[in-house]
């Protein structure tokens, strides 16, 4: 009877190891060329930002410590209640290569970000645009490799996921699974680049290059003005029209700060977790239908072990079911150990945390799920399409 519950637990030990196979080999921006092209095309960076005066300032002086010689910036204030424009303007330094512009109000339909990028491409004049978010860090060399990797492999579109910065408790221990959700549905860069179908086309709203031809001839974000997930939605559209797109890994070029507190993190993510995930099911209606409990699935999976055994501790148990609790939580903890110390860059002790974690997640998603297509963010409310 011993062996059923290690039966029973093969889920759990062999989900750390499809998941390392299915991000083995991803290309890196580090093992790409970091040399400024004779010809440097004019490359002009697109920063949206709404309420952001407390990350736009490093986020402005990191782009314009680039490397690279032919850039432009391009900060577009989107009606912020606070000083972003004053922080950004203080930022540049009086730097020519930056302009910060204010967005019109908005348009009915629309969602702020894509409406502030439209404001921006507006104002770009080169032929390669990045957009990128107000809480990323550049490192020197991000424009050039990225510009090198979209020469190379002449790709249309290039976006890049770097690294996270985890700097409070709830960051650390909440974080890490929302994006082993994103890796379960998607895998890594490599699984994306092979896929040959639209829905597994993923991107890194944090950052995205794109030929201007291209963007233009997709009609540029107001053909995504009302997806929560516009950067998913542009990958997927760009592939589908027969555009080169590829994902790469920089953790060495870019680092993002995505939320501080744990009421952000739940905001953010609850705002396009259940909406976005719709537009990325195959499958059709019947995807669709199934969005729901996919995304309760990670959570409740990984909390089940735990409650499994605490359970134990107030009703009787089997053994069996001791057992199988038993292995699925050394899997589990050796699992997270391994995220922290090799992705996370912290102690191994933050793998003790990690019921703590999949609970908000499941939270997270389940209010995600109640709130459908409702979306809520910075003061604004939409409807995703």
Request: hydrophobic fraction near 50%; include cysteine.
């Amino acid at each position: 009877m011993a062996l059923l519950p290690i039966v029973a637990a093969l889920p759990w030990l062999l989900y750390p190891v499809a998941t390392i196979w299915r991000v083995l080999g991803s290309p890196n921006l580090e093992d790409e060329p970091n040399e400024i092209p004779l010809d440097p095309p004019l490359v002009s960076v697109i920063v949206p930002a709404r309420n952001e005066s407390r990350n736009i300032g490093r986020c402005v002086r990191s782009i314009l410590a680039s490397a690279y010689p032919s850039l432009e910036l391009v900060v577009v204030d989107d009606r912020s209640e606070d000083d972003t424009a004053a922080v950004a303007l203080a930022a540049a330094a009086a730097d020519p290569r930056c302009r910060v512009v204010s967005a019109p109000p908005l348009e009915a339909g629309w969602f702020g970000k894509q409406w502030a990028c439209t404001r921006g491409v507006r104002e770009a004049r080169g032929g390669l645009l990045v957009f990128t978010d107000a809480d990323t860090v550049h490192a020197p060399d991000l424009l050039t490799r990225c510009v090198g990797v979209m020469r190379a492999r002449r790709l249309d579109f290039l976006t890049v996921a770097g690294q996270q910065e985890l700097g409070s408790f709830w960051e650390r221990v909440v974080q890490p699974h929302i994006f082993g959700m994103l890796v379960a549905r998607f895998g890594g860069p490599a699984s994306v680049n092979r896929s040959t179908r639209v829905v597994d086309k993923m991107a890194n709203g944090q950052f995205m290059m794109i030929a201007r031809p291209a963007f233009d001839s997709v009609g540029g974000f107001g053909a995504l003005r009302a997806k929560v997930a516009e950067d998913l939605a542009l990958a997927q559209m760009l592939f589908a029209r027969g555009f080169r797109t590829e994902l790469v890994l920089g953790p060495q070029q870019i680092t993002t700060r995505m939320y501080a507190s744990l009421g952000e993190i739940v905001r953010g993510w609850m705002k396009n977790m259940y909406a976005a995930s719709l537009d990325v099911m195959p499958w059709g209606w019947a995807g669709r239908a199934l969005v729901a409990p996919l995304l309760l699935l990670l959570p409740v999976a990984t909390l089940a072990p735990a409650v499994a055994l605490a359970l134990a501790l107030v009703t009787p148990a089997s053994s069996g079911v001791l057992l199988w609790a038993a292995i699925c939580i050394g899997a589990m903890l050796a699992w997270w150990g391994f995220v922290y110390h090799e992705v996370v860059h912290a102690s191994v002790l933050w793998a003790l945390t990690f019921p703590l974690g999949a609970a908000v997640a499941l939270y997270i998603a389940l209010r995600a799920v109640v709130r459908g297509r409702r979306v809520e963010w910075k003061g604004r409310e939409y409807r995703a399409g």
